[in-house]
């Protein structure tokens, strides 16, 4: 946005020094064109030659010359009344004709005076000067709707939406996408919430499999103790010699050895899930500031705590450098944000930072029905979900996951009780 706003001042800036130099440029177009009398001037006193009256110069050609008179040098040495009158009347300007007297010399004789009567072409310079700069302002006016507009209408709604790409890709799916009023996106946006849902759907899904995969090696593990009470059977029948026959005995060794086999089935389909963890979190280690993460926290759940009457308190904090993935953090604070406006009443959310054994550790607290002592000890394992969750939509991994987090990123998080609400505490490097 600051690279387009100094394109918009660029813009003004050209403008103004484009104006300044077109008005300078014009008028001295104007100015020299509006002189080609002087060229006629010129032509004509260049062709005066020998004793010619320059009163019999050819006019019929002349634009702008209109009468040429001429003094000689002889009257202006005369003291006679006569030749007062002359010069009088050279000199007299009786018309609407504007004149140039120029000395005329011939092989360095003074010969006496020549009067040109012209006309100067009807230049109007203030008129071509204001149109060409009400031109150009009208133009620069043109093109500053037009970056106005597309700043409006492209540019700031674009960069508003470029972080939904990389909010996706680390797959952070809560929250709605905002409308933009700009009719260009529409169809976009539109499009990146309906991706949105899909993903968050398909998470869902994934954590449901997760779920019943599970259940699956819980399921394989209560299906071993029918094989293996079975072997305890034969076997202590075979330790009590209760079969007389060989024949038996061999039936019983081939039961065990069949059971034993079931067994090792199921054993080796539990190994095989037991392998794949039921979440595949990557992070990154890296050094940011707390400043930047808290920008990004209040920028996302301000707004959201406003609108749903909430009073969001921040404490005051140092802006020390710590270690870990940030968007990855901001993970963690989106879930520990959306159980508050879950489970919380929506009264207060509070954050605060202090210093413990050179570890910066932040703490969430909101208000609200905190959960029982016994539900108190198993509100980080997966699948979990305490007695004030009940009519409310999830699947109980979302502090599962904030500890997977900031342990893979050698932190920690905490768990608080008190009378008026829950709080967590998570501690960074």
């Given amino acids: 946005m600051k690279k387009y706003d100094r ?10 020094l484009t104006a300044i130099g077109t008005g300078y440029g014009v008028y001295g177009v104007t100015a020299e064109s509006g002189k080609e009398y002087k060229i006629e001037i010129n032509r004509l006193y260049n062709s005066l030659s020998g004793d010619e009256d320059p009163d019999r110069l050819n006019l019929r050609s002349c634009k702008y010359v209109k009468n040429v008179a001429w003094l000689p040098a002889g009257v202006l040495s005369e003291a006679s009344r006569s030749a007062r009158e002359k010069i009088d009347e050279f000199y007299e300007q009786g018309n609407l004709l504007k004149t140039e007297i120029r000395p005329w010399y011939e092989e360095g004789d003074f010969k006496g005076f020549v009067r040109f009567d012209y006309v100067e072409p009807d230049v109007n310079y203030r008129r071509i000067i204001w149109i060409t700069q009400i031109c150009l302002a009208l133009m620069e006016g043109f093109l500053l709707a ?8 492209l540019v700031r709604p674009f960069q508003r939406m470029s972080g939904l790409p990389h909010e996706l890709a680390m797959g952070h799916l809560k929250g709605t996408v905002t409308e933009e009023k700009s009719r260009f996106f529409g169809n976009f946006l539109w499009g990146i919430g309906q991706l949105k849902d899909t993903l968050d759907t398909s998470k869902k899904r994934e954590l449901k499999l ?3 995969k599970k259940l699956l090696l ?6 071993i103790k029918t094989p293996l009470n079975t072997i305890k059977l034969y076997g202590r029948a075979l330790e009590e010699e209760l079969y007389p026959t060989g024949e038996q005995k061999k039936h019983a060794a081939r039961q065990i050895e069949k059971k034993a086999d079931e067994i ?3 054993v080796e389909e539990i190994m095989k899930n037991a392998r794949e963890d039921i979440l595949d979190i990557q992070v990154r280690k890296e050094e940011f500031y707390l400043t930047d993460l808290m920008d990004k926290v209040l920028d996302t759940y301000r707004e959201k705590c406003s609108i749903r009457m909430t009073d969001l ?4 904090f140092e802006n020390r450098l710590i270690i870990g993935d940030p968007e990855r953090t901001m993970e963690v604070f989106e879930n520990l944000f959306e159980n508050a406006f879950k489970y919380g009443d929506g009264r207060r959310i509070e954050i605060t930072f202090y210093e413990e054994d050179y570890r910066q550790l932040i703490r969430i607290f909101n208000t609200g029905s905190p959960v029982t002592d016994t539900e108190f000890n198993h509100v ?5 979900r305490a007695g004030n969750s009940e009519g409310k939509q999830g699947n109980g991994l979302g502090l599962y996951i904030c500890r997977e987090i900031m342990r893979k990123m050698d932190g920690e998080i905490f768990a608080e009780k008190s009378v008026d609400g829950m709080a967590f505490v998570l501690v960074f490097r």
């Fill in 218 to 223: 819980l399921s394989l593990s209560h299906d």
């Fill in 146 to 153: 037009v970056l106005f507009y597309l700043r409006s209408q």
């Fill in 264 to 266: 090792e089935r199921y």
């Fill in 380 to 384: 980080f394992e997966s699948f979990f």
């Fill in 210 to 212: 997760q779920k019943e």
């Fill in 313 to 316: 308190t921040v404490g005051k």
């Fill in 7 to 16: 394109l918009i001042l660029f813009s003004l800036v050209l403008y103004i």
